[in-house]
């Protein structure tokens, strides 16, 4: 929930410069997953309410039901209902035995004297059944229930929106067969930011998920034909003009700590790959002022149709924070926090001793390491990773279990009592995170040498959200061990 803030300072700002802004979600905020483990269930049912104070203040008009949402149970859910200010929708999450659905299938908003009709739909793809669909509860097939939820909505809406967490194929057939809905936010079956897609007359979009990003999609729309203009070309052109502000943002983090030149002078890799992308912007540029001039010629002869535009915003370290939000994320974090700590209390209480603390299969711990490789263990001691844990302890959050894995060894996927217990020698992100569990090295280091780290290794912590100035090579060549 850390981009929530900046999500919220966000739309403050486009609500001054926009006269008419619609937040909408189409589900899957509350959890990541369809089940969670038992033993985090009170941690993560904290941080599902946490989201939803947040999505209160930041005006949200409707949410979707995605099954994600559904993970601690159809009634928490439910209960959630009663403390959200915006309503949940899903027309086919019904009562096995009436048919009727336990959400509002659909909502009517009346915004600057548009009517603006919201569906909600949720995905029926899982690979398990939901727990509460053995009994009392079926999602229903969106043939039997959207055809209604149209003809209710068709006279009173200038424009039809469908939230749906079904898969992005079922999605398509939706926008071939109905054309009366002009736009669907889909959430959940790939991942990643979807740039809008038009199949007939309605638009398919999707903003990856669990808040990294957020999407705006501007919409200048005509009530009378209630059609989007042909804009294949215009599309293009903003792709374009997305793609070349990325490759500028990218640049400019190379030339952060100078001319890079001169500062990466000694890493040709990196060099390199800064070259590679100055020539790659100059041919963008030129390509980019061929279509502009092709577009205007088009501006011309445009109707009486409806057009967009849309961009996608990674949710950056660096933007700044709404401070209600922040003070609802901060609230929530120490509350998961100190359920953590109560946890490990608990055990202590129990009696259980120091040195039953947990360690993963296969982990040897730094200081087995340390007793042949002293050299790169007094090197990573100079290095951040080494004070992972020490960090989250001056946070006071050395308990909370979402923060954990990121700054210890060895603890994704693994239980909460293990990551609460871990032991010392596993706290802070050591030498195994990065070379792998490497306990059968430690004790035949010939015929078992551990493995050399990749990005995809770095990648699992350093992510957009927790680090947006991540650049590989470089990043490998500070912390590497050896003397480079
Ligand atoms: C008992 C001494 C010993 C311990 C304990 C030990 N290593 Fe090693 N390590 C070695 C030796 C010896 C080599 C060289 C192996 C070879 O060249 O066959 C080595 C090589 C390595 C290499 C280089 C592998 C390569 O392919 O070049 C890495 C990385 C490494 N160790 C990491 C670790 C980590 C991480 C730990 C702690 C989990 C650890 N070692 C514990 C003795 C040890
Ligand atoms: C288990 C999570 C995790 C993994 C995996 C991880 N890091 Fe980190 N890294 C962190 C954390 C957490 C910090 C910040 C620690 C702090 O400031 O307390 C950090 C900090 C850093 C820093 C700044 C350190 C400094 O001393 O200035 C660099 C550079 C870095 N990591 C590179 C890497 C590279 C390269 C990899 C992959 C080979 C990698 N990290 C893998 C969690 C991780
Ligand atoms: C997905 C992995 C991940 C998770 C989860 C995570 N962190 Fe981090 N954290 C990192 C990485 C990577 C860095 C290093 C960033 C850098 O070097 O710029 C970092 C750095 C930090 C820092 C030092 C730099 C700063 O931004 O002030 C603090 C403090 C911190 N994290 C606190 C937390 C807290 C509190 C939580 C839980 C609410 C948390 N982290 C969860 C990966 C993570
Ligand atoms: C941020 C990731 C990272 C961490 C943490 C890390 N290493 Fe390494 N280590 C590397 C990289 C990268 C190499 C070089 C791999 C290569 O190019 O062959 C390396 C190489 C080594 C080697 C081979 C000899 C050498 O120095 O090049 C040994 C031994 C080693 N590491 C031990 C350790 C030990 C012990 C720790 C913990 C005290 C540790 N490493 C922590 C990234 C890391």
Not at 93 to 122: A, D
Request: a positive charge; proline letters at 5%.
């Amino acid at each position: 929930m850390g981009g929530l803030p900046k999500k919220a300072q966000q739309l403050i700002g486009l609500r001054e410069k926009k006269n008419m802004v619609l937040a909408l979600d189409s589900g899957g905020l509350l959890f990541k997953d369809e089940k969670i483990p038992a033993d985090q269930t009170q941690q993560l049912t904290t941080t599902a309410q946490g989201i939803v104070a947040a999505y209160n203040r930041m005006s949200f008009s409707a949410v979707g039901v995605a099954r994600q949402d559904l993970a601690a149970g159809l009634d928490f859910l439910l209960a959630l209902q009663q403390k959200s200010d915006f309503p949940w929708l899903s027309a086919n999450l019904v009562r096995r035995s009436e048919g009727k659905p336990y959400f509002k299938p659909h909502t009517l908003l009346t915004i600057n004297g548009i009517n603006i009709g919201v569906i909600g739909l949720t995905g029926n793809q899982g690979s398990d059944a939901l727990p509460s669909e053995k009994d009392s509860t079926v999602i229903l097939p969106w043939e039997d229930v959207l055809p209604k939820q149209i003809s209710l909505l068709k006279g009173r809406s200038d424009m039809l929106i469908l939230l749906s967490s079904l898969p992005a194929a079922t999605n398509r057939i939706i926008a071939e067969k109905h054309p009366e809905i002009h736009l669907i936010l889909q959430s959940g079956s790939v991942s990643g930011n979807l740039a809008p897609e038009r199949i007939n007359n309605t638009l398919i979009t999707q903003v990856e998920q669990q808040g990294k990003s957020v999407g705006i999609l501007e919409v200048r729309w005509n009530r009378r034909s209630k059609q989007w203009e042909d804009d294949s070309s215009k599309n293009l052109l903003l792709e374009k003009k997305n793609e070349l502000d990325r490759l500028g943002w990218l640049i400019n983090r190379y030339r952060k700590q100078g001319d890079p030149k001169l500062v990466f002078k000694d890493q040709p890799e990196t060099l390199a790959a800064y070259e590679a992308m100055l020539a790659k912007r100059e041919k963008m540029d030129q390509e980019l002022s061929r279509l502009l001039g092709e577009e205007n010629a088009r501006i011309a002869k445009r109707t009486q149709l409806s057009s967009f535009n849309y961009r996608f915003e990674v949710m950056r370290k660096d933007l700044p924070d709404n401070p209600e939000v922040r003070a609802i994320v901060d609230a929530t974090t120490n509350e998961v926090n100190r359920l953590g700590k109560m946890a490990a209390k608990a055990r202590s209480a129990a009696g259980i001793a120091h040195d039953q603390m947990f360690f993963p299969e296969n982990y040897a711990g730094n200081s087995v390491c340390q007793s042949c490789h002293s050299p790169q263990a007094e090197k990573w001691r100079n290095t951040k990773h080494a004070s992972a844990y020490t960090t989250l302890e001056s946070k006071g959050q050395q308990f909370n279990t979402q923060c954990l894995p990121c700054h210890v060894t060895g603890a994704f996927g693994q239980p909460a009592e293990m990551v609460l217990n871990l032991a010392g020698d596993l706290r802070q992100v050591g030498c195994e995170t990065c070379h792998g569990p490497a306990k059968l090295h430690a004790a035949q280091p010939h015929s078992n040498r551990p493995g050399k780290p990749t990005m995809e290794i770095c990648l699992r912590c350093h992510t957009g959200d927790h680090d947006d100035n991540f650049i590989f090579p470089e990043a490998l060549a500070r912390l590497r061990c050896g003397s480079l």
